[in-house]
Nanobody, 123 residues
C-alpha cells in the first residue's frame, strides 16, 4: 500500500522559512516523479515543484522559483521542499504527490497523494 506522509508545516512570519518533508513507502519510486502542490482556501490546487526520483531533474512554478527548493533523499525515500522568503500568499495546504509519466504540472498525472500539511504565513 503506497503511503505519502507530509510533515513540517506550521505558522511562520513573512520572510521566514520552513522545510516540508514527504516520506514515501509501499513501492519502489525510482521511475516516478514527486511533486508538491498547494491549495489555498477558495482556490484550485496548483503546482509548486517537482523532482524526478531518478536523475533528480527539478521543476518549479514561477511564483516560487528562487525561493523554494525541492530535493530528495534516496536512502530515506523522502522528498523535501525547502521554502525560504515566505510570503502571506504562500499560505495553503501543501500536498505531496507521486506519479509516472511526462507531465509534472498536471494534477491528473499523479497517482498517489498525501493528506497535506498546513502552511500559514503571517504578515
Amino acid at each position: 500500500q503506497v503511503q505519502l506522509v507530509e510533515s513540517g508545516g506550521g505558522l511562520v512570519q513573512a520572510g521566514g522559512s520552513l522545510r516540508l518533508s514527504c516520506a514515501a513507502s509501499g513501492r519502489t519510486f525510482s521511475n516516478y516523479k514527486m511533486g508538491w502542490f498547494r491549495q489555498a482556501p477558495g482556490k484550485e490546487r496548483e503546482f509548486v515543484a517537482a523532482i524526478r526520483w531518478s536523475g533528480g531533474s527539478t521543476y518549479y512554478a514561477d511564483s516560487v522559483k528562487g525561493r523554494f527548493t525541492i530535493s530528495r533523499d534516496n536512502a530515506k525515500n523522502t522528498v523535501y521542499l525547502q521554502m525560504n522568503s515566505l510570503k502571506p500568499e504562500d499560505t495553503a495546504v501543501y500536498y505531496c504527490a507521486a506519479g509516472v509519466g511526462t507531465w509534472y504540472r498536471i494534477i491528473s498525472e499523479y497517482d498517489y497523494w498525501g493528506q497535506g500539511t498546513q502552511v500559514t504565513v503571517s504578515s
